[in-house]
Nanobody
Framework: QVQVVESGGGLVQPGGSLRLSCVVSGFIFKNYFSTYAMTWYRQAPGKERELVAGITSTGGSTNYADSVKGRFTISRDNAKNTVYLQMNNLKPEDTDVYCC??????????WGQGTQVTVSS
C-alpha cells in the first residue's frame, strides 16, 4: 500500500522560512514514484482545501497558487521518493495544515496526514 508522510512543519515568525518534505513509499516496482504527479494542498478548519503547488512526474512543469507565487518553490527528488515545498517570506495567512497528494498516472490519489505550519510572532 502506498504511504505518504509529510514533515517539516512548525512555528515560524512572519518573514521566516520552512521546508516541507513529503516521502512516498510502498511501491511494488522500484522507481515507480517517478510516474506520480505530486501536489501540495493546505486546509484550515472550516475552510476549503486550497491547492498550493504542483509538480509533474518528471519535474519539468510546476504550478502555484497566486497567493504563494514568488515565495514558495516545489521540487522533487525521484531518487529519494520525495517532494519538497520550500516556503520563504511566510505570512500569518499561510498558517494551515499542509498535505501532500501523490497521484498515479491512472488518476488514483494518495494522501498523507498533513503537517501543521503556524506563522506567528
Amino acid at each position: 500500500q502506498v504511504q505518504v508522510v509529510e514533515s517539516g512543519g512548525g512555528l515560524v515568525q512572519p518573514g521566516g522560512s520552512l521546508r516541507l518534505s513529503c516521502v512516498v513509499s510502498g511501491f511494488i516496482f522500484k522507481n515507480y514514484f517517478s510516474t506520480y504527479a505530486m501536489t501540495w494542498y493546505r486546509q484550515a478548519p472550516g475552510k476549503e482545501r486550497e491547492l498550493v503547488a504542483g509538480i509533474t512526474s518528471t519535474g519539468g512543469s510546476t504550478n502555484y497558487a497566486d497567493s504563494v507565487k514568488g515565495r514558495f518553490t516545489i521540487s522533487r527528488d525521484n531518487a529519494k521518493n520525495t517532494v519538497y515545498l520550500q516556503m520563504n517570506n511566510l505570512k500569518p495567512e499561510d498558517t494551515d495544515v499542509y498535505c501532500c497528494n501523490a497521484k498515479t498516472p491512472g488518476g488514483i490519489g494518495f494522501w498523507g496526514q498533513g503537517t501543521q505550519v503556524t506563522v506567528s510572532s
